[in-house]
C-alpha cells in the first residue's frame, strides 16, 4: 500500500467476546485502494469472527471499523453498500438460477434490473461463467459456485471485497483461478481485498499480509516487511513462528499502522 | 438510499420468495394437502358427532366442515410462517439471510420484507385451498373472499413474526418436530380452529382461558367473520397488537449488537 492512497477499510482497536470467550482482542487492521491483503490464521484465530463484525452480522462496542470512511456502527448502510462479501459456508438459493441469485443480490442494493442484467452479464463473463446464467446453482459443481459468489460479491461495485477461506474444499485449477481473478481486481480495478485462509500458499510476493492468532494480531505489513520482522527464510516460517509461540507476553510485530 | 431502492429491495425479496415457492412444489403440494386431509377426512368423520350451534357470524345451523374451514385457513399460514421462517435455522438459509443482512438497508425493513413476501406467499396457499374448497361446496358469499384479503395480511404477518422470533432464539434445531410439538400442535389445538371454545367451556374451564389468550384464536375469529363478509373488531385488533409486540421482538432478536447469529455457528 502506497502512504497516500486513502484507506478504504480501517479496522482500529477491535474487540469481542462470546460471553466470557474472548474472541478478538485489540486488532487494528487498514487496507488501501487496490491492495491485497491476505488475513492469515490457523482455524479458530478469530478470522470469521472478524469478517462477522466488518459485515455487521454482529456489533462490538469495543473499537472501530471505518469503510469508505464510513462509521459501520453510525453510518451502517454507506458503509455495507461499499462491501461485497463471499462468505465461507455457501449462500447460493440451489434451487433457483444464476441469474436469479445475481438479480435477487442486485435488488438489495438497489439496482434496477436493465443495469442489474448489463453487470451480471460482465461479472459472469469475466469468470468464464456467462453461459451458465440460466442454469440452476445446483447442478453447478463447487469451484462453478464459488465463482458465482464472486461475480454476486461484485455487482454493485464494491470498493472492498472481503473473502473468508474462498478456496477451502476447492481443487488445485480452480483454486489458481479464483486466486488470479481477485488479484486482477485488486491490481486492474483498484479493488481493496481481504482475503482470509489458513492456507500460507495462497499468499503472492506482492501482497500484504496480517497475522491473526488467538483473537489478537500479530503481524501486519508487506510480505517482506513481515519476513524482516520475523527473521523467517519464507512466510510458511514466519507463519509458524507467529503462530506456535505461546499467547503470553508475545509483542505484536510489523506494524504500520 | 431513496425510495427506489426500498422498492426494488422488497420486488427482489419477494421475487426471490415467489420463485421459490413455485420450485420447491412438494411445498406447495404439502401446503395444500394438509388442510384438504382435515377437511375431507377429519371433518367428515366428526360431522355427524358433532353439531355447531348457531353462533356468530354464522346465521344459521352449520356442518362441522364449514366450521372448520377458518381454522385450516389458519393453519396454512401458521405452517407457512413457521416455515419459512425457521428455515432460517438451518446453515444454508442461514448462508442465504446473511446475503440479506449484509445489504444496505436497515436491518427492521430488510426482515419485514421477508415477512410480507412470506405472507403473500401464505395467502397464494389460502386461496388455492378456499378454491379446493369451493369444489366440496363450501361456498362464501364473494365479498368474504375480499374481505379476507386484508385480514390474512395481518394474520400472515403474526404467524410469519412468530417464527421469524423463534428463528432469532432458538440455537439449533433437529428438525422440524419440535417446532411441531411446541408450537404449532398446541397454538392449533387450544384454539377455535376445531371447535367453538363454549364447546371447551363445558370441558374444562382452564383450556378454554388457556383457548381464549391464544393469539391464534383471535386470528381464526378475525378470519371467520371476515370469510362472512364482517369485520371482527376486537379479533382483528388484538391479532395486530400481537403482531406489533411480535415483530418488535424479532427485529431485537436480530439486533447486530445482541450477536444472535454467534450462538448459532457464525463464529469460528
Known amino acids: 500500500m502506497t502512504a497516500d492512497s486513502p484507506a478504504i477499510l480501517e479496522v482500529s482497536g477491535l474487540g469481542f467476546s462470546f460471553g466470557p470467550k474472548r474472541a478478538l482482542d485489540d486488532v487494528s487492521l487498514d487496507l488501501g485502494a487496490g491492495e491485497f491483503k491476505v488475513l492469515l490464521g490457523p482455524n479458530g484465530a478469530g478470522k470469521t469472527t472478524l469478517f462477522s463484525l466488518i459485515t455487521r452480522l454482529h456489533e462490538s462496542t469495543e473499537g472501530e471499523i471505518r469503510i ?23 449462500t447460493l438459493d440451489l434451487d433457483l438460477t444464476v441469474q436469479q441469485n445475481l438479480l435477487y443480490h442486485a435488488a438489495l442494493h438497489g439496482l434496477g434490473r436493465a443495469e442489474s442484467l448489463a453487470r451480471i452479464e460482465t461479472e459472469l463473463g469475466r469468470l468464464g461463467m456467462a453461459e451458465r446464467a440460466r442454469e440452476r446453482v445446483r447442478r453447478l459443481n463447487g469451484g462453478h459456485r464459488r465463482r458465482v459468489e464472486i461475480a454476486r460479491a461484485l455487482l454493485h461495485r464494491p470498493g472492498l471485497l472481503l473473502l473468508d477461506e474462498p478456496t477451502v474444499g476447492l481443487d488445485v485449477p480452480t483454486r489458481q483461478t479464483i486466486v488470479a481473478h481477485v488479484h486482477r481486481l485488486a491490481r486492474e480495478d483498484g479493488v481493496a481485498v481481504l482475503w482470509a485462509t489458513h492456507l500460507i500458499d495462497e499468499v503472492a510476493a506482492d501482497d500484504s499480509v496480517a497475522v491473526l492468532h488467538e483473537g489478537r494480531r500479530r503481524a501486519q505489513g508487506s510480505l517482506s516487511q513481515v519476513l524482516a520482522e520475523t527473521g523467517a527464510a519464507d512466510i510458511g516460517a514466519a507463519f509458524a513462528a507467529l503462530t506456535q509461540a505461546g499467547p503470553a507476553g508475545q509483542a505484536p510485530v510489523g506494524d504500520t499502522t | 438510499m431513496n425510495g427506489r431502492h426500498y422498492a426494488r429491495c422488497f420486488a427482489g425479496i419477494a421475487t426471490r420468495e415467489a420463485l421459490r415457492f413455485v420450485q420447491q412444489r412438494e411445498r406447495f403440494i404439502a401446503a395444500l394437502v394438509r388442510p384438504l386431509v382435515w377437511l375431507v377426512v377429519f371433518a367428515a368423520g366428526f360431522r355427524s358427532v358433532l353439531g355447531v350451534a348457531i353462533l356468530p357470524p354464522y346465521d344459521t345451523y352449520i356442518t362441522y366442515d364449514v366450521y372448520i374451514v377458518p381454522g385450516l385457513v389458519g393453519m396454512i399460514q401458521l405452517f407457512n410462517g413457521m416455515q419459512s421462517s425457521l428455515s432460517m435455522v438451518y446453515d444454508r438459509e442461514m448462508g ?25 406467499v401464505s395467502i397464494l396457499q389460502v386461496y388455492a385451498f378456499l378454491a379446493v374448497a369451493w ?17 390474512l395480511v395481518a394474520t400472515g404477518l403474526m404467524l410469519g413474526s412468530l417464527g421469524m422470533l423463534l428463528s432469532s432464539v432458538i440455537k439449533q434445531l433437529e ?57 371482527n373488531g376486537a379479533a382483528v385488533l388484538l391479532v395486530l397488537l400481537t403482531l406489533g409486540i411480535l415483530l418488535a421482538l424479532a427485529i431485537y432478536g436480530y439486533d447486530p449488537a445482541r450477536g444472535m447469529m454467534s450462538r448459532k455457528g457464525g463464529g469460528d
Open chain 1, 68 to 90: 469508505e470512511g464510513a462509521e459501520l456502527r453510525r453510518d451502517p448502510g454507506r458503509a455495507l453498500a461499499r462491501m461485497g462479501v463471499v462468505f465461507q459456508q455457501p
Open chain 2, 96 to 120: 442465504s439471510m446473511r446475503t440479506l443482512l449484509v445489504s444496505p438497508l436497515p436491518r427492521w425493513f430488510l426482515l419485514v420484507c421477508k415477512l410480507l413476501a412470506g405472507t403473500l
Open chain 2, 135 to 151: 369444489m366440496f361446496d363450501i361456498r362464501m358469499a364473494p365479498l368474504g373472499y375480499l374481505v379476507l384479503l386484508p385480514v
Open chain 2, 175 to 231: 428438525n422440524f418436530a419440535g417446532i411441531m410439538n411446541f408450537v404449532i400442535f398446541p397454538m392449533f389445538f387450544l384454539s377455535s380452529a376445531l371447535y367453538p371454545l363454549w364447546k371447551m367451556q363445558e370441558t374444562s374451564l382452564l383450556l378454554y382461558r388457556v383457548c381464549a389468550v391464544n393469539p391464534f384464536t383471535h386470528a381464526i375469529e378475525a378470519i371467520r367473520f371476515a370469510l362472512y363478509g364482517q369485520f
